[in-house]
């Protein structure tokens, strides 16, 4: 049985745990809170690149012939961008999505890919697929939990200009998607060669609206400055920084939910134990105290 | 008269939105944008148009000599009934850029490159951020 005093270290020393956990619960729900507004402020823009490229894209008529959009044959090399944090205790957060991109290879090899090499965004996703023997072509890392534009913008330009270059044939981005506060959700998706559906958009409710909004006719009659296949052309680019852009902010809006309902439970954790601790503290010290009792009433029977 | 009155008052609903966010959102009576093939001025009734931006100053002209001038980089535009959306990387107001920040930051940049060497991502960055400094400078050169 343990004395009273290892159970007292153990408790102050749960209590300095638990005041990290709390502080780092703390944090996250503030990092969470920012994350989200980012979000937000990134769906108008998102949604208005997407109406001016489905426009242009209709306009154009022929897509094919774009490097960007060109489908090539299932064979040769496929790439994966497995988006994680850069910093651990948020549950399964890192774990989900290491999970979800070595399915994702498994499944490029199945359709035909000879080889598939990672590109990992964040500290430990980089970590962790190394560890496991897979090649990683480059590990971005240091801006998981306060991602840019910029960031977007370099890793985009990286996996474009391998795709371009023909040593990359497809790329299919792993993230976790922020769904709620509670609920994350790991998502693959193909990045390049970008799919004809996401470039055309929905044709039905464009012209649905098309007597409302008028976005769908308008651009029908729109003057094209330059032409819609060079515009096009331009604005895929674009599209793929923001569709990275919007991963990594969904990553780390994620990112933090998870650390915060990781840390909320050890921090509920730590609660219990200390209640555990304490109980078998103050036992303990009725046992020595009736021990003395014991001793002392033993020793004056002794006496008499 | 009253019709004339009414079509001197048609405005324009404008949107600069960034992947940050919105900029500015209200309502001009003009917008002049930098398009790649030059200036490109639009005024309320203006057919539908489509372009691409190069890296400049927007200006929203929302009264007569009211004006919102505009520190943008590339991107585009779309105009159509009376609607304009304009998408860039970045958009800054010309009076909340401040001469001797900007000029820090266009001397860092420059620093950056130097150090940048053979290491492509921080080249790339550097120039860029040479390149939104020295727009940013350049507008307010223009308006100061």
Redesign the interface.
Known sequence: MPSQQDIKQRIVSVTGTSKITRAMELVASAKLRRAQL?IE??R???K??S??MA??ARRAGNVSGLPLMAEREERGRAAVIAVTGDRGLAGAFNVNVVRLALAAADELAAEGFEDVVFTAVGKKGGGTLRFRGREVDHHFQGFSSDPS??DA??IA??VSTRFLDGETDRVVLVYNEFKSVVEQRVVSQQLLPVPRDLVMGDEEPAEADAETE??GL??A??????E?AV?LE??LP?FID?TI?RALLESAAAEHAARRTAMSNASDNAEQLIADLTLAMNRARQAAITQEILEVVAGADALT | MSTATSTDERQLAV?V??????VFEGRVRMVVAP???GE?GILPRH??????LRPGETRLRITDGDDVVLATTA??M????DTV?I?V?QAEPYHQIDRARAEAALARAREELAAAGDDD?AT??AK?AIHRAENRLKVVDRNG
């Open positions: 980012r402020a990134l108008p823009y998102a208005g690149m109406e001016l426009g242009a534009y910029a913008h370099v330009d990286f008028g976005s308008s651009q009659i729109a003057d094209f400055e330059p819609p515009l331009r604005l674009t923001t852009y | 949107k939105l960034t992947p940050e966010g919105a398009s790649v093939e490109i057919m539908p148009v489509v372009a691409l991107g585009y779309s105009v159509e009934f959306v998408l990387e991502e790339d960055r860029a």
